[in-house]
């Protein structure tokens, strides 16, 4: 180490005062920010599926399943792959949530009224509390 | 080395805000023919659970006093009606709403008229699960000339009569939205400051969610996501009609379940109608009752509609237009950059 810089490493260790102190600590409050604030999972790992007025469990979308419920009005199978998941058939007559297909992005929801199933992909971030539809 | 140390504290603490215990209850339930959503912040889980035990109760009781199709006091007195009889002994609420609805038919031209429940049958929508039919526009034309209107209805003490046996009373526009007042006051008696009521899509929200609003989506009526998010101050109410939530396909056509009184054809071309209703004692019924007769409106009268109704904040979209009016774009978020690369955007008022 050249002489120069052992000089500039001395100065700095004894010219560390408030000023310097309070730079780093506002660098370091706006590093915690922004990993709050910018730290998102948009597309979401794990499905909720509810039944009959209760959660029947949480499935991570990273696996092939089916899951088979039988229900008031016959059997609705709920199908995750790739990441995604979809009701694969229902036993009602309108077929709305066989329709919409697949979801994945977080708080994305499809609900078989008749058969009183739902499914729900939960994420870290939400983007809204409940939905108006 | 007391800033190093200082530092170190702050940073920990900031970590552990964001890792604290939220208290919040949810619970989804099956009544009243759709899904309830209720959540409840800041509540021991035993308050929050006697509290929607409560309200679901008084939903059940409701379904059975207000039902369309299945037997009910509403299909009773329907009977009544239909068979040129006074219906007596009818309970102070049934008469109460009877009254409002009726208020809102006159105040909205009867674009709002729950009394074409004929109409409603003959495209089979009232049943859980219909089935798709040819319409008969003759036929349509009869039911629609019989001008049920509840004009006729005449309320003496607790019996209720109709001047026209073809008035059918149908509450599907109104009965939701009243219970969300109903459970929105339910849960304030119960000393509950904060909660989130979802009502088959139609929402109240009483307080916040913790330090920040209760934020809602609004259904994308194309999509299976939200289109927009906004943020749903305490006593605030929203509600939608769309054409996707009941309807049928025959012939490339689709049918939906909201349905202009005077053609007695479903609205086609809109697909969905948002209204946000500022707090007021029945800002819940508004919020389901207020988008009907902006979804049924020709396009040019939505404007008098709106102002004679004083409807202050909503949404429509269409084919590639979504029109909404100053207040409601500052308030709502798209979630997607593209929707308004793709559709016209047109601000009203």
């Known amino acids: 180490m050249s002489t120069l810089r052992k000089k500039i490493v001395l100065k700095l260790r004894t010219k560390f005062f408030v000023g310097d102190s309070l730079i780093i600590l506002i660098s370091l409050i706006f590093i915690v920010f922004a990993f709050k604030a910018f730290w998102h999972f948009e597309t979401g790992s794990v499905v909720q599926v509810n039944f009959q007025g209760n959660t029947y469990g949480n499935f991570s979308l990273f696996q092939d399943k089916k899951i088979s419920l039988i229900g008031k009005e016959g059997e609705s199978i709920i199908e995750i792959k790739e990441g995604r998941a979809r009701f694969k058939s229902a036993p009602c007559k309108n077929q709305y949530c066989v329709q919409q297909g697949w979801i994945h992005f977080t708080g994305q929801m499809l609900i078989c009224i008749p058969n009183e199933v739902s499914i729900e992909i939960l994420g870290k971030s939400k983007a809204y509390d409940s939905l108006n539809y | ?349």
Request: contains cysteine; glycine residues 6%; neutral net charge.
């Open chain 2, 1 to 349: 080395m007391h800033f190093i140390k200082f530092f170190i504290i702050v940073i920990t603490l900031s970590f552990l805000q964001s890792c604290s215990q939220t208290s919040l209850y949810q619970s989804k339930h099956y009544v009243f023919g759709t899904i309830v959503d209720i959540s409840i912040y800041g509540e021991s889980d035993e308050k929050a659970e006697e509290a929607t035990q409560a309200v679901l109760k008084e939903f059940t009781r409701l379904h059975h006093s207000l039902h369309a199709w299945k037997k009910s006091d509403l299909t009773d007195l329907n009977e009544s009606i239909a068979k040129n009889k006074p219906y007596r002994n009818a309970s102070a609420e049934l008469i109460e709403i009877i009254k409002e609805v009726k208020r809102l038919e006159d105040a909205s031209h009867h674009l709002f008229n729950p009394a074409i429940g004929e109409i409603i049958d003959y495209w089979g929508f009232h049943q859980d699960e219909f089935n798709p039919i040819h319409p008969d526009p003759s036929k349509i034309n009869i039911l629609v000339k019989r001008y049920p209107s509840l004009d006729q209805i005449r309320i003496l003490g607790s019996t209720i009569s109709s001047t026209n046996p073809h008035v059918k009373i149908d509450l599907g526009g109104y009965a939701k939205g009243y219970a969300l007042d109903r459970a929105s006051k339910i849960l304030r008696d119960h000393h509950i400051k904060n909660a989130l009521i979802n009502i088959g899509g139609n929402i109240i929200a009483i307080g916040q969610n913790g330090d920040r609003p209760w934020r809602v989506g609004i259904q994308d009526p194309r999509g299976s996501q939200a289109i927009a998010k906004l943020d749903l101050p305490d006593g605030w109410a929203i509600g939608t009609s769309g054409d996707y939530q009941r309807y049928f396909m025959i012939d490339g056509v689709r049918y939906c379940h909201l349905i202009d009184p005077f053609t007695g054809f479903p609205v086609q071309g809109v697909y969905s109608v948002t209204v946000l209703i500022e707090p007021a004692q029945n800002a819940g019924a508004l919020s389901d009752v207020l988008s009907k007769p902006l979804f049924i409106a020709k396009r040019e009268d939505r404007r008098a509609i709106a102002e004679k109704l004083n409807i202050r904040h909503y949404l429509i979209i269409e084919d590639n237009v979504i029109s909404v009016t100053q207040t409601m774009a500052d308030i709502i978020q798209f979630l997607d950059v593209h929707t308004q690369k793709k559709n016209r955007l047109e601000i009203t008022h």
